[in-house]
T-cell receptor, first 113, second 114 residues
Framework: SQQGEEDPQALSIQEGENATMNCSYKTSINNLQWYRQNSGRGLVHLILIRSNEREKHSGRLRVTLDTSKKSSSLLITASRAADTASYFCATGGVAGANSKLTFGKGITLSVRP | ETGVTQSPTHLIKTRGQQVTLRCSSQSGHNTVSWYQQALGQGPQFIFQYYREEENGRGNFPPRFSGLQFPNYSSELNVNALELDDSALYLC?????????????FGPGTRLLVL
């Protein structure tokens, strides 16, 4: 079953604009991660935020986490055509135990040149 | 590049057949996880192996089985293939220390069952 629900399902923006993607989840988490997938191939890890963190940055990426609302957002600033991909949020379980990831259905981002 | 490889890239099988998919983890990684991704969906956890022992399983029937070897390679075996098994199969390797671990995904094997 899917844990996360991303919103919107699809997003189309112009190069240079910012892209904001949202994710909501249902159960308590240890961490939340965002992944990118190009053309139905392997997943690339973008960023991980722990349940006791509220915001994290990595290059042009900014992730926020609100555990009270069970939601997270991924902001990509100054988007590029190469950012065109599917983006998934995934929640991680208890550290040290079965560390399975539970993914949402993903967001398709199209960046127009 | 994540350092995780999978073979084959694509595979076509017929219903009822058996298939073995292979994954080579990053050197030193003691954990491998397998996921199934149907078209238009997010990956679904199949199972995880830690130090060659199964360490958790998702909602998949016993005809999905796996092996992990000491040389950082692993296999996913699916018996009695069904049409719904058509999907992208992803393996992910990680190093489990008791803390947070990042999973590094391979490029996947796309399986089509006819």
């Amino acid at each position: 079953s899917q844990q996360g629900e991303e919103d919107p399902q699809a997003l189309s923006i112009q190069e240079g604009e910012n892209a904001t993607m949202n994710c909501s989840y249902k159960t308590s988490i240890n961490n939340l991660q965002w992944y990118r997938q190009n053309s139905g191939r392997g997943l690339v890890h973008l960023i991980l935020i722990r349940s006791n963190e509220r915001e994290k940055h990595s290059g042009r990426l900014r992730v926020t986490l609100d555990t009270s609302k069970k939601s997270s957002s991924l902001l990509i600033t100054a988007s590029r055509a190469a950012d065109t991909a599917s983006y998934f949020c995934a929640t991680g379980g208890v550290a040290g135990a079965n560390s399975k990831l539970t993914f949402g259905k993903g967001i398709t981002l199209s960046v127009r040149p | 590049e994540t350092g995780v490889t999978q073979s084959p890239t694509h595979l076509i099988k017929t219903r009822g057949q058996q298939v073995t998919l292979r994954c080579s983890s990053q050197s030193g990684h003691n954990t491998v996880s397998w996921y199934q991704q149907a078209l238009g969906q997010g990956p679904q956890f199949i199972f995880q192996y830690y130090r060659e022992e199964e360490n958790g399983r998702g909602n998949f029937p016993p005809r999905f089985s796996g092996l992990q070897f000491p040389n950082y390679s692993s296999e996913l075996n699916v018996n009695a293939l069904e049409l719904d098994d058509s999907a992208l199969y992803l393996c992910a390797s990680s190093y489990k220390t008791g803390g947070l671990e990042t999973q590094y995904f391979g490029p996947g094997t796309r399986l089509l069952v006819l």
